[in-house]
């Protein structure tokens, strides 16, 4: 069936190195959300991209939306502590809605 | 501005109990969603509605789990009887439609001894 998989699963990385989050598809997705979950807390809707290739950046945080709709990316520069946390991707196929199975982000003072 | 507002907070109740989770979306937004998140399955939709109508129960686990919306500020997920492998946060979130950010609420902490 319809799966979004995360690579990787976890990451650790040293404060202010980088890090990136893929998504894939085994289907085109119409649209392709990005979610923050901190350790205790619930998902917080960080960005969305509906077109093919899209790239959207806030602040140190860049996504991308590839070219064929099935696959997404989440760049990170120079982390911070701040950082912490689950990202998950989510997209949305027809009446179907996925969430990927999170890249738990740990960042080392 | 009043989030999605979940209750209750944390549950605790032995196997063989009914359960009743209860969710309060956002005024205004049509669209709803009920998760299950845990360590071993990460988080799982379990059912939406549009417009107070189930589109997608394919992630309902099994006929235990019921979920119903009777009106557009309001659903419950039912559990009965409860089992110790229910035990998880669940989550709900609504959004303006169905393809808009979900806004989540601080979730439900079940844990069925």
């Known amino acids: 069936g319809q799966q979004v998989m995360q690579i990787p699963q976890y990451q650790h990385v040293q404060e202010g190195e980088d890090f990136t989050t893929y998504c894939n598809s085994s289907?085109?997705?119409?649209?392709i959300q990005w979610y923050k979950q901190r350790p205790g807390g619930h998902p917080v809707f960080l960005i969305q991209?509906?077109?093919?290739?899209e790239v959207k950046k806030q602040k140190r945080l860049t996504f991308q939306f590839g070219e064929a709709k099935k696959n997404s990316s989440l760049h990170i520069t120079a982390t911070q502590t701040t950082d912490v946390g689950t990202y998950f991707c989510?997209?949305?196929?027809?009446?179907?809605?996925?969430f990927g199975t999170g890249t738990s982000l740990t960042v080392i003072p | 501005d009043a989030g999605v507002i979940q209750s209750p907070r944390h549950e605790v109740t032995e196997m063989g109990q009914e359960v009743t989770l209860r969710c309060k979306p956002i005024?205004?937004?049509?669209?709803l969603f009920w998760y299950r998140q845990t360590m071993m399955r990460g988080l799982e939709l379990l059912i939406y509605?549009?417009?107070?109508?189930?589109?997608?129960d394919s992630g309902m686990p099994e006929d235990r789990f019921s979920a119903k919306m009777p009106n557009a500020s309001f659903s419950t997920l039912k559990i009965q009887p409860s089992e110790p492998r229910d035990s998880a946060v669940y989550f709900c979130?609504?959004?303006?439609?169905?393809?808009?950010?979900?806004?989540f609420g601080d979730g439900t902490r079940l844990s069925i001894l």
């Open positions: 989510a997209g949305r196929s027809g009446n179907q809605f996925y």
């Open positions: 509605f549009n417009n107070n109508v189930p589109i997608d």
């Open positions: 979130a609504s959004s303006f439609l169905g393809n808009q950010p979900q806004h």
């Open positions: 289907t085109t997705l119409s649209n």
């Open positions: 991209l509906v077109k093919s290739g």
């Open positions: 005024s205004g937004h049509n669209s």
